[in-house]
């Protein structure tokens, strides 16, 4: 089962949308998990997602920025 990592911070109305996107995904596949990644917790994440967060990570590295659509997010999801 792939893990992916999705890297926001609290209070972030567009990292809430981005993790419901995932919940339905979740619902309707079952075949990931999602680490949440809160990026106030690390200087280094901080500086590096910032000003771009939500950001979701595959688990090969490959980075989805905000803003993305469920067809870009269920591309990364089947990858």
Request: hydrophobic share 40%; glycine share 4%; proline share 4%.
């Amino acid at each position: 089962m792939k893990t992916f990592s999705l890297y926001g911070t609290s209070a972030c109305h567009l990292c809430e949308t981005a993790a419901s996107m995932l919940e339905e995904q979740r619902a309707e596949r079952r075949d990931f998990d999602v680490l949440k990644v809160d990026i106030a917790d690390s200087d280094a994440l901080f500086e590096r997602y910032g000003l771009i967060i939500p950001v979701l990570a595959h688990p090969d590295g490959t980075e989805l920025n905000w803003p993305f659509s469920a067809h870009e997010l269920q591309a990364l999801l089947d990858r």
